[in-house]
């Protein structure tokens, strides 16, 4: 079976590139390197049933038709991962998320490739009021350009899926955390702390609080919803659980050895949000997974201490 997966050299698409190798598939890695790096899948790059293939996917169809030839799946995972950037280049999801999802859309139609796997996100029901938040919850109203790009490739890949007889699988997700991370809160967290652990600049209150899973539960869920069946199948993965930032600084503190005397001054930039778009409750609705089999090892808490153990071990910091 040969399985494209683009966005490869990923934080997320390099744990799912390592199961399909495991699994005996040909696999063919599209990246820009924008985010990802390709030390990510480098115990890969000299095998036989492996291609890696540097390319703008915001470009041309064109330019990437040839190489879905004789694909039977596509994992689309390329996109921009950074929420706050929508902020200040709007153009950026605009490109990568839509333009990109569209040109992989039609590289498949041309060379009949007919199943997708994409990754979206919780962002795209907004402030949703009904927590936790099922696949049929609506209407969606994205509060970040991120949600909203995510929310049009949705709809691009449903209407390509009715349209051209494909089928698709589309993964909503919570925050994923774990090895390989180069964004997110407690990256963010890491580097700040790295360069003065006597202050920590907290985005927002504290207050948010949302669910986090772990990479390895997620990857395992993604495998998993392919159980699901419909022309288009909606699947939230997550955890039934949440964190608030301000625990989350407190984890990565402990690990850090940052404790007791040593614990730094949380200095809050107030307000709900982080940031504009920022949604400060999430919490996913999981059923339809669980009804399948599937179940998170880790609940939000541990997902986030095996993350931080993870980048810090990544990064060769020791505890103070």
């Known amino acids: 079976m040969k399985i494209v997966v683009t966005g490869g050299a990923g934080f997320i698409g390099s744990h799912v590139v390592d199961r399909l190798m495991a699994s005996g598939a040909d696999v063919v890695v599209l990246d820009n390197l924008s985010s990802g790096s390709l030390k990510f899948i480098e115990p890969h790059l000299r095998r036989e ?25 596509v994992w689309h995972l390329a996109a921009n991962p950074d929420v706050r950037v929508g902020v200040e280049r709007p153009e950026v999801h605009f490109k990568h998320n839509i333009v990109a999802t569209y040109n992989v859309l039609e590289a498949m139609r041309r060379n009949d490739v007919r199943r997708i796997v994409f990754t ?22 994205p509060i970040s350009l991120y949600g909203a790009s995510k929310l049009a490739c949705e709809a691009l890949i449903s209407a390509y899926a009715h349209t051209f007889d494909m089928q698709a699988w589309i993964y909503r997700f919570a925050n994923v955390v774990g090895r390989r991370s180069t964004h997110g809160v407690i990256f963010d967290f890491i580097k700040k702390l790295q360069a003065n652990p006597r202050e920590l600049e907290i985005l927002g209150d504290g207050n948010q609080t949302k669910s986090y899973i772990y ?40 690990e850090l050895g940052l404790v007791g005397g040593k614990m730094p001054e949380f200095r809050f930039t107030g307000g709900r949000r982080g940031w504009r778009g920022d949604v400060p409750l999430m919490l996913l609705d999981i059923s339809k997974l669980k009804n399948l089999g599937w179940r998170p090892r880790h609940n939000s808490e541990e997902a986030v201490r095996r993350a931080t153990r993870d980048l810090l071990e990544e990064l060769k910091l020791q505890r103070r």
Request: glycine share 6%; aromatic share 6%; charged share 25%.
């Open 120 to 141: 979206s996100t919780s962002t795209v029901y907004g402030e949703a009021t009904q927590l936790p938040t099922p696949e049929d919850y609506g209407p969606l109203i």
């Open 215 to 254: 990479i390895d539960d997620c990857v395992e869920a993604m495998f998993f919803g392919l159980k699901a069946s419909e022309v288009v199948n909606v699947l939230n993965i997550g955890t039934e659980d949440q964190v608030t930032v301000r625990r989350i600084a407190e984890i990565v503190c402990e």
């Open 49 to 73: 049933n492996f291609e890696f293939h540097k390319v703008d996917l915001a470009t041309s169809a064109s330019d990437i038709t040839p190489l879905l030839d004789g694909a039977d799946e």
